[in-house]
């Protein structure tokens, strides 16, 4: 009985004896591997360990400091200066964000227990004016600075290479050959540059006028004046006291003289600023002006550059899908009105030229020219001295019209100097995706059969529909409300520099009338029933009625005289 008893009780004290050996020996395994596995972390990363709220995952942050010479570091804290670009990468499927506004980052998407996010801390020039404004890159666009006499080189974005408390704008260019590396400073040959890019950056302008005109009264003066403008991430919004986002109607909401609104230009991509064609789109081989008019989509035939021929004679539908379908990785598409608007506004700023943009007066639509007077009159049929216009061959200056890249050339660009924006003002009327809506609300696709833009639509001025191409998501055009006269500018959207700008009044030049805007007398012709599209800054015969601020209607067909410009949006 005592044997069968003995017998009984050793295989469980044999089995405590033996569990308690696997424990111990699990435990040391796992202490060691855990004390070799941060002793491995430690190796690679100055890492800071922390554990998510009533979550059962660790999380552990490594930080990667940047240099000017381009060498890395590791820290255990987040640096102070603000002057970095911050990218995060993270295992386990994780993800991360960079709160600027907060200097701090957002890990989403925590799954997994030992999450490891790697911060790079990359040094950037910014300039503290534009409040974070700053322009933003994506490969393959690449950033530059132009010398006065036209040269390109790669910038170095850890050193200054804009400033517009100066006027110096950012440019930016893309490639022909993209596998070609530049390096800091190095020239970029003119024929590696496909097309020229210049930031706009976000910001918010002081309202001084409504735009609620609804005749033609007489021209003022005393309105021009700087526009006053304050950069930074910020939108209005519509509540008492504030200035609400502007609908396609125009005013809406709380607005008043005197409020600052954001511009509605910044709104319908939400990014922090926008890159504008430096010039008017070129037709890529063109060797004459007519070999430039084409009413094709052909995004390979795109070029923005100077001292090449303006791609005219194109409906507004093939202009867009050019532009669309130029890079679709930066969100390339046809300017609207309101983003001219934004131009527009920053030019006539302190961080602009505040002065009447000079005419590119090449009659042979090339891009980047200037007259070498200011025009003292309007529109004339011949070509007298108070309005010379002459044709050139390309990259070569004529005797009345002179190339971008010179001290007359600097009066044609929104900053007086080679940074900015050129043909602003003349060289080919640039439509716009900015349209008018029938009385049910819907664009209008043109005058008449004979004359459309080429999208799809009905005819604002009677019966009738245009087939072909759709219009493109609502973000890519701006609407106007249906109206039957040219001078009823109080449909205008704040910010797209039409109604504003007033009052508005007629001018007389030899036998015929103009009507003009008030500020520089540039021409203004409001979008109707008859002539529903816009279009901008006049042609290069225009004289004294062109400019930054004019503006025409068309029905949106090809025209020998009507050109475009390629806007990118992305954050």
Same mark, same amino acid.
Request: with cysteine; charged share 20%; proline share 2%.
């Given at each position: 009985m005592k044997l069968e008893k003995f017998q009984e009780k050793k295989p469980k004290q044999k089995g405590i004896i033996i569990g308690s050996i696997v424990l111990f020996i699990l435990i040391t395994v796992i202490v060691v591997y855990r004390s070799f596995a941060l002793f491995e972390e430690k190796q690679e990363f100055d890492v800071i360990k922390g554990s998510v709220p009533n979550q059962n995952y660790d999380l552990m942050l490594s930080f990667q400091v940047e240099d000017e010479n381009g060498n890395q570091t590791l820290s255990n804290t987040i640096p102070s200066d603000h002057n970095y670009e911050v990218s995060i990468i993270c295992n386990n499927g994780a993800s991360g &964000?960079?709160?600027?506004?907060?200097?701090?980052?957002?890990?989403? !998407? /925590?799954?997994?227990? =030992?999450?490891?996010?790697? &911060?790079?801390?990359? *040094?950037?020039y910014k300039e503290s004016i534009l409040n974070g404004m700053d322009p933003v890159l994506k490969e393959g666009l690449i950033p530059v600075t132009i010398e006065n006499d036209g040269s390109v080189k790669k910038a170095n974005e850890q050193e200054e290479w804009y400033d517009y408390e100066t006027q110096k704008w950012a440019n930016a260019v893309i490639l022909e050959d993209e596998s070609i590396k530049y390096q800091n400073g190095e020239t970029i040959p003119e024929s590696n +540059?496909?097309?020229?890019?210049?930031?706009?950056?976000?910001?918010?302008?002081? /309202?001084?006028? &409504?735009?609620?005109?609804? @005749?033609?009264?007489?021209?003022?003066?005393? *309105?021009?004046?700087? +526009?006053? +403008?304050?950069?930074?991430?910020?939108?209005?919004?519509?509540?008492?006291?504030?200035? =609400?986002?502007? @609908?396609?109607? @125009? /005013?809406s909401g709380n607005c008043k003289e005197g409020d600052y609104m954001t511009h509605p230009a910044f709104q319908s991509f939400g990014t922090k600023g926008i890159w504008v064609g430096k010039f008017e789109v070129g037709y890529k081989g063109a060797t004459s002006t007519a070999g430039a008019q084409q009413n094709i989509q052909d995004r390979d035939k795109v070029e923005i550059k100077p001292n090449v021929y303006s791609w005219r004679?194109?409906?507004?539908? !093939?202009?867009?899908? !050019?532009?669309?379908?130029? *890079? =679709?990785?930066?969100?390339?598409?046809?300017? *609207?009105?309101?983003?001219? @608007?934004?131009?527009?506004?920053?030019?006539?700023?302190?961080?602009?030229? =505040?002065?009447?943009?000079?005419?590119?007066? !090449?009659?042979?639509?090339?891009?980047?020219y200037s007259a070498l007077n200011e025009p003292t009159c309007g529109y004339t049929a011949d070509n007298r001295d108070c309005n010379r216009h002459e044709g050139t061959d390309l990259n070569v200056d004529g005797t009345y019209t002179k190339r971008y890249n010179s001290e007359v050339g600097y009066l044609a660009s929104t900053t007086n100097n080679i940074s900015g924006i050129y043909d602003i003002s003349g060289g080919a009327w640039e439509y716009t995706m900015g349209v008018m809506t029938n009385q049910n609300g819907q664009p209008c696709a043109g005058m008449n059969s004979s004359y459309t833009s080429g999208f799809t639509g009905p005819f604002c001025n009677g019966s009738g529909n245009a087939t072909g191409t759709s219009f493109p998501d609502q973000k890519y055009y701006d609407t106007y409300q249906y109206g039957t006269k040219d001078y009823h500018f109080a449909r205008g959207i704040l910010g797209d520099a039409t109604g504003e700008f007033g009052p508005f009044g007629k001018a007389t030049y030899g036998t015929q009338e103009r009507q003009n805007n008030s500020w520089y007398i540039d021409s203004a012709w409001f979008v109707n029933s008859e002539w529903p599209w816009f279009f901008r800054g006049c042609a290069r015969y225009d004289g004294l009625n062109a400019g930054m601020f004019a503006f025409g209607r068309t029905d949106g067909d090809a025209g020998p005289n009507g050109g475009y410009r390629i806007v990118l949006a992305f954050s």
């Open positions: &964000l960079w709160n600027a506004e907060e200097w701090a980052p957002m890990i989403q !998407n /925590l799954t997994k227990t =030992r999450t490891k996010c790697t &911060l790079l801390f990359t *040094k950037k +540059i496909e097309s020229y890019f210049v930031w706009i950056p976000k910001y918010r302008y002081k /309202l001084w006028d &409504l735009g609620n005109y609804e @005749g033609l009264t007489s021209i003022n003066s005393s *309105k021009v004046h700087d +526009i006053e +403008i304050i950069f930074g991430e910020y939108d209005t919004v519509d509540k008492e006291g504030e200035c =609400r986002i502007p @609908g396609v109607s @125009g /005013l004679s194109i409906n507004v539908s !093939n202009a867009h899908l !050019n532009s669309y379908n130029y *890079k =679709r990785e930066y969100d390339s598409h046809m300017m *609207k009105n309101t983003e001219w @608007g934004a131009v527009a506004y920053l030019q006539h700023s302190i961080y602009g030229s =505040r002065a009447s943009v000079r005419i590119n007066n !090449n009659s042979n639509f090339i891009t980047g």
